[in-house]
């Protein structure tokens, strides 16, 4: 209930007063008003729900990347819904696991945040013990959106289509490479998937970052990766790279003429990058509300949408819940990827 020691305007004289009345009749006066506020679409202050200071979302990866990106426009928009400071804090290492445990530990009080990725759901899978739990330590606030990755070779290789690449994966098994950001990362699992889905046998080569990877994907080094959009744009562009098809269950809206790897001859395959809000557990459901509908006035901003284009990343911003379904679901379909193709963290 809002507390009226300083907001609320003084009870008239003009009828009995709340005081003189009976406990059931106060009740009924609280309820009835708090209602009539709902009715009328009356909003909390942030001060109601938030604490007194600057909130914080952690990034479990270094400054410059996609997440990275996101979580600021994210922070930015939030930050004017809110009416305070919403800053980004940097705390790489250990594959997510260093800034990941941080904010499970943190004050449970919505002053802190993690942006979690396709990290969160996989972490669980490739280590047998981690210094959190992925499901209980953390309180679902928002699924920002989800973004396809795609699947580049060079333009001098023979493949134009997926299938081709298949074919030619087929006749020549275990020498084709592709190349990922290290081992249990998006563009590993994505390659592990396809691998099991065309029944092909693929090279799987880890480099420390996606710059390493491409740069070998340019020069010849490596055949092919499932990487993210950003981060070959320009190559596609250029026509350095050539895209054959976008891992998502759908086209994606950034590059609508490609087809899925689905659709271009790789029945049920579907991978693709997301990012979500977290809150430490014990953080209180009017604070977790509060915060849903901040991110959700952000991802529905045009400023935000027009930003995040490139990217091809698809808003959501749905209920808290939509986090938890999405994310159990990841879990279960990487947990089966991981233990078929035997995959271990580094």
Known sequence: ?????????????????????????RRW?????????????ATWPARAVLPEKTLRIIVPFAP???TDLIARLVAEAMAK?????????????????????????????????LMATFAHAVNPALHAKLPFDSDKDFAPVALVGTSPNVLVVRPDRPWGTVLELVDSAKAKPGT???????????????????????????????YKGSAPAITDLLGGQ???MFTTVASVAQHLTSGKLRALAVTSARRSPSWPDLPTIAEAGVPGYMAESW????????????????????????????????????????????????????????QERWRKVVADARIKAE
């Open 1 to 25: 209930m809002m507390d009226c020691r300083n907001d609320c305007p003084a009870i008239s004289t003009a009828g009995p007063s709340l005081a003189r009345t009976s406990p059931q009749r």
């Open 29 to 41: 006066l609280r309820v009835t008003t708090g209602v009539a506020a709902i009715a009328a679409g």
């Open 64 to 66: 410059g990347g996609g």
């Open 81 to 113: 819904d809110l009416g305070r400071s919403v800053i980004v804090e940097n705390k790489p290492g250990a594959g997510t696991i260093i800034g990941t445990d941080y904010v499970a530990k943190n004050t449970a009080d919505g002053s802190t945040l």
């Open 176 to 206: 084709l490479a592709y190349g990922s950001f290290g081992n249990g990362t998006s563009a590993h699992l994505a390659g592990a998937l396809f691998a099991n889905l065309a029944k092909v046998d693929l090279l799987h080569v880890p």
């Open 222 to 224: 490596i055949d092919m």
């Open 275 to 330: 990012y979500g809000l977290y809150a430490p557990a014990a953080t209180p459901q009017d604070t977790i509300a509060r915060l849903n509908a901040a991110v959700s006035q952000a991802v529905k901003s045009d400023g935000f949408r027009t930003r995040v284009q490139g990217e091809g990343l698809v808003p959501a911003a749905g209920a808290p819940a939509q986090l938890t379904d999405y994310v159990r679901a990841e």
